[in-house]
């Protein structure tokens, strides 16, 4: 049986068409993903992501565990409320998942996969071994995304609370709303300014409707995966998983080497690969004519018996042409081939962020 979220009636009720995603049962769209997405790129949007786990992490020895368990560093969260965006590696330098930890006092908050959860908890009350902590999964909180130019400002009209306002990027705090406390993170998976908030399951469906309300408009999981491909974000089981390291994944930017005597999992395995050289890395890719893009599609280069691998692809509603995001070469730059049907198509390499905050990057 699929796993409901505390949103799930209303869902029905908007008409969403509910799929099977990671064994929960979520939106995948209300209509129109094309509508939701462009609500999202010029005004605001709404998702449900309450698939998402939390897991609260406290005790004595809780940031030193984590600075085990992490290829970031959690010491580097000097304020309360600050965020940051981490790999939690194997000891192959493989990413068992990718997740946002906030520091708020002496506890921490870890946001994780849905699809990798049972995974991630197991892993993570192994490596527990030995130190002082306490694991509370919060299973009580539902999670409601407000993406967009337009969120910030309908949050808090909808929770008559302006105080948001003052959070900066990647940092969360508690504030009123609705009769109980929420989570408020600035914070999301689109490529647009917006919060990400935790509420009580029994107050999520009024938080909903009070976005609705007010003409955010609710979107689901399709108009999530073009949006936040076009902004150039990685999913896990995509671009990244247990046999690929960070800096195959664009996340080089994630891994704090200093101090050099922090030992995080997986450490020594991907300095010898910074220092051999990556052998592939993650680019993006634009469809030059006519097709669509997906992943599991190879990607040929001229002179090169090496290929790579289209790990993400779709139509991009804002741009109007076929983007993707590929693991190649490390040699490769410029024009490629990507075979589609059969057949070579031209494509070109480039940065692989496509749209942040309504802009064209490319």
Not at 58 to 66: I, M
Not at 101 to 116: H, I, K, S
Not at 298 to 312: L, N, R
Request: charged residues 20%; contains cysteine.
């Amino acid at each position: 049986m699929l796993k409901e979220t505390a949103l799930v009636a209303y869902h029905k009720e908007l008409g969403a068409k509910l799929v099977d995603f990671g064994g929960w049962n979520m939106p995948l769209n209300y209509g129109s993903q094309i509508e939701e997405h462009h609500a999202v790129r010029q005004h605001a949007g709404w998702f449900d992501v309450s698939h998402m786990c939390v897991v609260d992490l406290s005790g004595p020895d809780a940031e030193a565990y984590l600075r085990k368990l992490l290829a970031n560093d959690v010491a580097r969260l000097k304020t309360p409320g600050k965020a940051l965006y981490s790999a939690m590696l194997n000891e192959a330098g493989g990413v068992i998942d990718d997740l946002i930890v906030y520091r708020l006092g002496e506890l921490f908050r870890l946001v994780v996969n849905c699809a990798t959860r049972d995974k991630d908890l197991a892993w993570m009350n192994t490596q527990a071994s030995g130190f002082d902590i306490v694991m509370q999964e919060r299973d009580d909180l539902a999670m409601i995304a407000v993406q967009g130019p337009e969120a910030r400002e309908q949050l808090h009209r909808c929770i008559d609370n302006d105080a948001p306002g003052d959070l900066s990027v990647f940092s969360g705090a508690d504030f009123d709303g609705l009769g109980t406390q929420l989570f408020v993170a600035r914070t999301g998976y689109t490529g647009e300014d917006g919060y990400e908030v935790l509420v009580p399951n029994a107050q999520a469906e009024a938080l909903a409707r009070a976005l609705t309300d007010a003409g955010v408009k609710p979107c689901g999981l399709a108009a999530r995966d073009t949006l936040r491909l076009e902004a150039g974000m990685n999913l896990y089981g995509h671009e990244m998983d247990d046999t690929v390291s960070p800096l195959q994944a664009n996340m080089g930017w994630t891994i704090a080497w200093e101090p050099e005597a922090r030992a995080f999992i997986g450490r020594d395995v991907i300095a010898q690969e910074k220092a051999d050289g990556v052998a592939r890395k993650l680019v993006g890719l634009i469809l030059n004519g006519k097709g669509v893009l997906r992943a599991g599609q190879t990607v040929h280069q001229g002179g090169s018996d090496e290929t790579g691998i289209i790990t993400s692809g779709t139509f991009s509603p804002s741009l109007g042409l076929s983007i993707a995001l590929a693991r190649v070469p490390a040699s490769f730059s410029g024009d490629c081939q990507v075979m589609i049907r059969q057949r070579a198509l031209d494509a070109s390499i480039v940065r692989p962020v496509f749209v942040r905050h309504g802009e064209k990057q490319i």
